[in-house]
């Protein structure tokens, strides 16, 4: 029962920013995939900062016994450097939570042959964010293990389908960051830093649920690492073309034709609604600074 509590908080942490580090293939392609073998150092190097930033939000969530980062924020820093921090963090869950409530208004715009899918999807998501929110985030780490699940599976299988991707438009990329292992090293910083980020909601408010802060941060470390190397590895078979795509994964997935539009419009949205409902938690601790730990 303590190892499933222990992989639930995990999944959730993952989920938590999987909006904006690997859902639509962009974020792969920007911050790895263009470097070519690079690549696979700065997926490495990622995975292992990402780990190590969200132990280290464990950490001092487990110490201080908050279980918010603003929370945190109050009881480590002194009074100034807290406002300050809290304010940048607000500042980007709410901007996070904006850019995730436009998505998923778009990918229902895509699905739902209908007037006003937009804000029909947009409100819908932004409703189940919330509920998932409640309760100490109980609803976010199931749909969590869910939505790490699908991506993963889905991101392996592309990246294991040999047939050629099919590109119409005429075009040529340059990667002209192709082997370079400072612009490897320097992206896979600012995609662990940013993830970090917003799944740090996740990562204190489950705390509770981890032995350690140690094992806590390889776990997740290991979960991003499998991640970003299913999701790099199927762009890059995909060829360097694949890299100019404003969704990536969508002209993979349209190998398996309907299969694989509605399988990959249903893992982004639910990775958009993780991390709104991550985001929407996120702010919600703004507005209580003490961020004590509730029953479970």
């Not at 705390?207 to 190397?229: K, N, P, Q, V």
């Amino acid at each position: 029962m303590v190892r499933k509590r222990e992989l639930s908080a995990v999944a959730a942490t993952l989920a938590a920013g999987a909006g904006v580090g690997f859902s639509s293939g962009r974020q792969v392609a920007l911050f790895f995939a263009q470097m070519g073998w690079a690549s696979w150092v700065g997926v490495g190097a990622a995975a292992a900062l990402y780990g190590a930033l969200c132990g280290a939000v464990c950490h001092f969530a487990k110490q201080t016994g908050a279980r918010t980062l603003p929370g945190i924020c109050m009881r480590a820093l002194g009074p100034r450097r807290a406002m300050a921090a809290c304010a940048l963090y607000g500042l980007l869950t709410a901007a996070v939570a904006a850019m995730m409530i436009s998505a998923a208004g778009g990918l229902a715009a895509l699905i739902l042959p209908v007037q006003n899918a937009f804000w029909m999807g947009a409100l819908f998501s932004t409703g189940l964010a919330l509920l998932l929110s409640l309760r100490g985030m109980r609803g976010m780490a199931a749909l969590g293990i869910v939505a790490v699940t699908l991506c993963g599976a889905l991101y392996a299988a592309m990246a294991l389908d040999p047939r050629e991707i099919h590109v119409y438009h005429q075009y040529v990329t340059v990667p002209e960051l192709s082997g370079s292992l400072g612009a490897a090293l320097a992206l896979a910083a600012m995609h662990a830093a940013l993830n970090a980020a917003v799944a740090a909601a996740a990562a204190a408010g489950f705390a509770d649920r981890t032995r350690s802060a140690a094992g806590f941060a390889a776990e997740c470390g290991l979960g991003m690492l499998i991640l970003l190397a299913a999701a790099n590895a199927a762009i890059l078979r995909g060829g360097e073309r694949l890299l100019s795509q404003a969704m990536p994964m969508a002209v993979l997935a349209a190998r398996w034709g309907k299969f694989g539009y509605y399988a990959l419009i249903l893992s982004m949205w639910l990775c958009t609604v993780t991390t709104l409902s991550a985001s929407v938690s996120a702010l919600a601790g703004q507005l209580d600074g003490d961020g004590r730990a509730s029953p479970r």
